[in-house]
């Protein structure tokens, strides 16, 4: 279990932000510091070389779809890095709500213990293997070209120096000192890209996971409710559990709310950047390697798109099933009060709880419509070719 909010606490003071930072952030006044300040200005400062080399290269479809992609990916973790910086104290503090959560269950018989101990082994494992995804996806754009000039050297032959990423600075990037210094700055930039996206996703999904654990727990309690204990005893029961379904509730609203930005984002740009990367990958058919690296940035941007449409999923699914726990819960065994309140929690989880932002829903129906899409602009490209 500590491994879970040990790899939350270390996302977050990554992303510069600490307990003690940020003031009531909902309102947009929280405090920006330095090493957020540095961090977006070098994310979108990053937009203006490869703008740049766009347009010199605006000719050429296979440069420019090729640079989009990247364009796309850099525009997505501004916004990742934005929404960090308007809502940076909500994330603390709704990580801190789940290890209070945590700690409350377990002084409490270990009543939700079993749920939320196994979605926390979960989720730090998923946190930590996509962390580690990210970061070689990152290690591979700047390791590339310097193994390629390793490899040209020792065969002997001439080797044009390329950027890791597709860029146009306003001073000459081919020779030295420039390439270095270009070099240099990229990898600054892939690294702060790697971590704000690898940080804001991850937590995303630990969220995610732990609201279905909890809703999970909150299910078998109101199972378990003996009715023909004393009246006093039940009731207390019931009101705990309205209780914790109404808190629940809220934490879903809340994680919906500071995302929405970010939900937003991720579908619009991902699906433009579906539409650029099948067309690279449809006229590359001929070589491995390129369709090896196309295929594999593809995997990358739809593994960002899944994580939050799986997440969305099980928090809409385990919502709704709190009515069904209510329906198979011995409630003809309760009295009229009794019902009062079982009744009050199947209206509240009539309606499931959706995360979305605008018309885009944060789902697993959504994330294979997206992928039928691809199928159908490949289908599409290879027809006009």
Avoid at 220 to 244: G, H, T
Avoid at 265 to 290: D, E, K, P, R
Avoid at 311 to 322: F, P, Y
């Amino acid at each position: 279990m500590a491994r879970l909010f040990l790899l939350q606490e270390i996302c977050l003071r990554v992303m510069g932000h600490s307990p003690n930072t940020g003031k009531d952030t909902r309102s947009g006044k929280g405090v920006f510091s330095f090493s957020h300040i540095i961090s977006l200005l070098f994310v979108i400062s990053a937009e203006y070389p490869m703008i740049s080399y766009i347009m010199y290269h605006n000719d050429d479809m296979e440069l420019i779809t090729a640079t989009l992609s990247v364009v796309f990916t850099n525009l997505l973790t501004a916004i990742k890095i934005i929404t960090f910086l308007v809502y940076k104290q909500d994330f603390w503090q709704m990580m801190q709500t789940f290890r209070q959560m945590h700690q409350q269950s377990v002084q409490t018989m270990g009543k939700q213990d079993g749920y939320v101990t196994e979605a926390n082994n979960l989720a730090a494992r998923l946190g930590k293997a996509y962390c580690i995804s990210c970061a070689f996806t990152g290690l591979y754009f700047f390791l590339g070209p310097i193994v390629k000039i390793i490899i040209s050297k020792m065969r002997g032959t001439i080797y044009i120096r390329e950027l890791p990423m597709n860029m146009k600075f306003p001073f000459n990037d081919v020779d030295s000192p420039g390439y270095e210094m270009a070099f240099v700055y990229t990898v600054f930039v892939t690294i702060v890209v790697v971590t704000y996206a690898s940080a804001v996703d991850g937590l995303f999904i630990s969220f995610a996971i732990n609201l279905r654990a909890h809703f999970q727990a909150l299910q078998q309690d109101i199972r378990n409710v003996d009715f023909m204990k004393a009246e006093k005893k039940v009731q207390s029961e019931l009101i705990s559990a309205v209780d914790y379904h109404v808190h629940l509730l809220n934490l879903s609203t809340i994680l919906r709310f500071i995302y929405m930005p970010i939900v937003f984002a991720q579908f619009l740009i991902t699906s433009l950047q579906v539409g650029v990367i099948i067309y690279q990958i449809v006229t590359h058919m001929s070589s491995i390697m390129a369709l090896l690296v196309y295929f594999s940035f593809f995997g990358s941007i739809m593994l960002q798109l899944f994580i939050y449409c799986y997440g969305g999923e099980i928090i809409k699914v385990e919502s709704l099933q709190v009515s069904v726990a209510v329906q198979i819960s011995k409630w003809h065994l309760a009295n009229p009060k009794q019902r009062r309140f079982l009744a009050f929690i199947m209206l509240r989880s009539q309606k499931e709880m959706l995360i979305k932002a605008g018309f885009y829903e944060a789902s697993l129906a959504n994330f294979l419509s997206i992928c039928r899409t691809a199928l159908s602009f490949i289908t599409l490209i290879q027809s006009i070719e």
